[in-house]
């Protein structure tokens, strides 16, 4: 099945802009979606279709995807965006239709 | 407002079946193009897709958990319920359902999840 890769961690100072990768093959053909999940709670989508902001997603979060790569990026990080994301590509023509990355945990220093 | 809740066991021994119910409200389980998948996530580990049920009963399974798991949906009672046979300790995390949205390839509702612990 489709495998997407992500780093574990990526750190940044507030005010700084993070950027988290989710590495498959091709995917850039492929829409990406993009989940926040704080402690204790249930994923968030926060990009969809690879850059499109569902209603309530603060404009500092974005998406792009392209070649093998795609990527998630939080402008102007907050403490408040320290969380995991993860990534997600559906295949429909797939035994696996839904694959999730494994996870990157974004610390705000 | 779409709002899903997960409800079922939260401690099931090894070798037991787990019965988990997803309760749907603010949309039909057979409103054309709609979804619901299930998805679980080990503690301090990566989300894992399950399952998912289409309006239409058309169903999907991961590949690695296919022959334990059966995924249907009680249309009057607008519920999605997912079972899983022969539980083992591995098989401890908390287990979401999301609503899938028409003609959507992604999860944009997920219930609060429900952690389910296996041990003896």
């Known amino acids: 099945s489709y495998v997407l890769t992500q780093p574990p961690s990526v750190s940044v100072a507030p005010g700084e802009t993070a950027r988290i990768t989710c590495v498959g093959d091709?995917?850039?053909?492929?829409?990406v979606h993009w989940y926040q999940q704080k402690p204790g709670q249930a994923p968030v989508l926060v990009i969809c279709?690879?850059?499109d902001r569902p209603s309530g997603i603060p404009e500092r979060f974005s998406g792009s995807n392209s070649g093998n790569t795609a990527t998630l990026t939080i402008s102007r990080v907050e403490a408040g965006d320290e969380a995991d994301y993860s990534c997600?590509?559906?295949?429909?023509?797939?035994?696996?239709?839904?694959?999730f990355g494994g996870g990157t945990k974004l610390t705000v220093l | 407002q779409i709002t899903l809740k997960e409800s079922g066991p939260t401690l099931v021994k090894p070798t037991q079946t787990l019965t988990l119910t997803c309760s749907l409200s603010?949309?039909?389980?057979?409103?054309?193009?709609?979804?619901v998948g299930w998805i679980r996530q080990p503690p301090g580990k990566a989300l894992e897709w399950l399952a998912l049920?289409?309006?239409?009963?058309?169903?999907r399974y991961s590949p690695s958990l296919k022959s334990r798991l059966t995924i249907t949906k009680d249309t009057y009672r607008n519920q999605v319920v997912l079972t899983m046979t022969n539980m083992d300790p591995v098989d401890t995390a908390t287990y979401y359902c999301?609503?899938?949205?028409?003609?959507?390839?992604?999860?944009?509702?997920w219930g609060q999840g429900t952690l389910v612990t296996v041990s003896s």
């Open positions: 999301a609503h899938r949205p028409l003609d959507g390839y992604l999860f944009d509702y």
């Open positions: 603010g949309f039909s389980v057979s409103t054309s193009g709609v979804g």
């Open positions: 049920i289409y309006w239409d009963d058309d169903k």
């Open positions: 091709n995917i850039g053909i492929k829409s």
């Open positions: 279709y690879d850059t």
């Open positions: 997600q590509v559906w295949d429909s023509n797939s035994d696996h239709p839904v694959v």
